[in-house]
């Protein structure tokens, strides 16, 4: 069974700080990892994608991939009231020619002014 | 970049009818194409995968006689909920594979459709 774990929140985070995601997974076979921001009622959009271990940085967001622990992480710094929402974690398993995305149920996330 | 155009974006039907979803690639040839499905407050489910030309691929659990997938074309893939009931009542969203160069690696999605059985 693959598996994503998030939790679910809501975490709340006041306005300018860093926001902290975690995800874990449960597959060591996985290649791919997204971080997917999602509004209620909206498709997922992507913030970002990691593959290798380490960080990645796009602009206010960093992505963090540990193999070894199977752990991925985002963080989000000088936070914006426009930050508050879901924000969903997937992991790609490619191979036998179905490879699509596995979701963790998201953390909630709220910025307060 | 890659877009998807997914209609309807919202559907109410009665309890025992049909409902078609369509999602098209519009600028990219979508040869493999995921539909998930997304219950309130929960995280989205992978149901099918589509490959152009050939049978979808049902995630364990997900009735294939019930949820119809057809990837006739490149371009457009089609989900129809047959005999729908209120528990299908869901955020139903379409994603195509695209490659590295859309700049989404890998993965554009649909606006989603939500479908509403009453």
């Known amino acids: 069974q693959k598996e994503v774990e998030q939790n679910s929140g809501p975490l709340s985070v006041p306005e300018g700080a860093i926001a902290s995601l975690n995800c874990t997974y449960s597959?060591?076979?996985?290649?791919?990892f997204f971080w997917y921001r999602q509004y209620s009622g909206k498709s997922p959009e992507l913030i970002m994608f990691i593959y290798s271990n380490g960080d990645k940085e796009d602009g206010r967001f960093t992505a963090q991939l540990n193999k070894a622990s199977q752990y991925v992480s985002l963080l989000i710094r000088d936070s914006q009231p426009s930050d508050s929402a879901t924000y969903l974690c997937?992991?790609?398993?490619?191979?036998?020619?179905?490879?699509?995305?596995?979701f963790g149920k998201g953390t909630h996330l709220i910025i307060q002014p | 970049g890659a877009v998807v155009s997914q209609h309807p974006s919202r559907v109410i039907c009665k309890s025992g009818t049909s409902v078609k979803i369509e999602c098209r690639s519009l600028?990219?040839?979508?040869?493999?194409m995921f539909w998930y499905r997304q219950f309130p407050k929960q995280s989205l489910m992978l149901m099918a995968t589509?490959?152009?030309?050939?049978?979808?691929?049902?995630e364990q659990g997900v009735e294939k006689d019930k949820f119809l997938i057809n990837h006739a074309s490149l371009t457009l893939s089609t989900l129809t909920v047959t005999s729908a009931h209120p528990e299908d009542s869901s955020f139903y969203i379409c994603s195509a594979r695209t490659g590295r160069l859309s700049g989404s690696d890998g993965y554009t999605f649909g606006s989603g459709t939500r479908l509403t059985v009453v």
């Open positions: 597959d060591r076979g996985s290649q791919s």
């Open positions: 997937a992991v790609n398993h490619p191979g036998g020619g179905a490879d699509g995305l596995t």
């Open positions: 600028d990219f040839q979508a040869t493999t």
């Open positions: 589509s490959n152009e030309g050939s049978k979808a691929t049902y």
